[in-house]
């Protein structure tokens, strides 16, 4: 069965930083690999998304990778912003799980200012 | 931009009682879901739903559970007899397409149904 990580749990950074999330996958069979923000009490908003062919995709400050041999995905966030601060999810579409998606707990990043 | 639209955004109910949440996808899209959220856990997949019926479900989608797609626009997801454990945030989701070779596509999440079981 497919098990999603990411660490850390949580990250305070200073506004400005340059930061690194990450998520580890168990099995290395995946469809694809999704990116998401929620923000407190809210829904998900989708970032990201990296197919199984590709290393990596980027839209404006955010930069994902894909490393699916070694099951893992790093979202980088360049010069952080206040308005950054949120519980970052990843998940993943595995062969084995059909049309679902596996999410990790996610990270809470607080950008101060 | 188009998005996933869920009703309402909360919902308090009494043990027992049936609730049915409500959810209109993006407007081509042809696969539908239901995830949930307990406060400070995972996003757990429930159902998948396509072409008028249940393409795949999780263990935690038992017969107090179902999926109705009513008209051309909304997608219903209603729980029978809540329990407190249904507590939770309700998540819709819509992908434009599926299947073998095109597993490629990009999941939309509507705002969430928060259902609080008292």
């Known amino acids: 069965k497919q098990e999603v990580t990411q660490i850390p749990a949580a990250l305070s950074v200073p506004e400005g930083e340059n930061l690194v999330l990450n998520c580890s996958f168990t099995?290395?069979?995946?469809?694809?690999l999704q990116w998401f923000r929620q923000d407190p009490g809210k829904g998900l908003t989708s970032l990201l998304l990296?197919?199984?062919?590709?290393r990596e995709q980027t839209s404006g400050r955010l930069n994902a990778s894909l490393d699916k041999s070694s099951g893992r995905s790093t979202l980088y966030i360049a010069a952080s912003q206040p308005g950054d601060s949120a519980t970052y999810l990843c998940?993943?579409?595995?062969?084995?799980?059909?049309?679902?998606?596996?999410f990790g707990k996610g990270t809470s990043l607080l950008v101060t200012p | 931009e188009p998005e996933v639209t869920q009703t309402p955004s909360h919902q308090v109910t009494q043990m027992g009682q049936e609730v049915i949440l409500r959810c209109v996808p993006i407007?081509?899209?042809?696969?539908f879901y239901w995830y949930r959220q307990i406060l400070g856990q995972k996003v757990e997949f429930l159902v998948s739903?396509?072409?008028?019926?249940?393409?795949?479900k999780s263990e935690i989608f038992d017969d107090q559970f179902s999926v109705e797609r009513p008209d051309g626009s909304n997608f219903t997801l209603k729980i029978r007899s809540t329990k407190l454990e249904d507590s939770a945030m309700y998540f819709c989701?819509?992908?434009?397409?599926?299947?073998?070779?095109?597993?490629?596509?990009?999941?939309?999440f509507g705002q969430g149904t928060r259902l609080t079981v008292v």
């Open positions: 989701a819509s992908t434009i397409r599926e299947g073998q070779g095109m597993m490629n596509t990009e999941a939309f």
């Open positions: 099995d290395s069979a995946i469809y694809n």
């Open positions: 990296i197919q199984s062919s590709q």
């Open positions: 998940a993943v579409r595995t062969s084995n799980s059909g049309y679902a998606l596996n």
């Open positions: 407007s081509n899209h042809l696969y």
């Open positions: 739903f396509y072409n008028n019926e249940i393409s795949e």
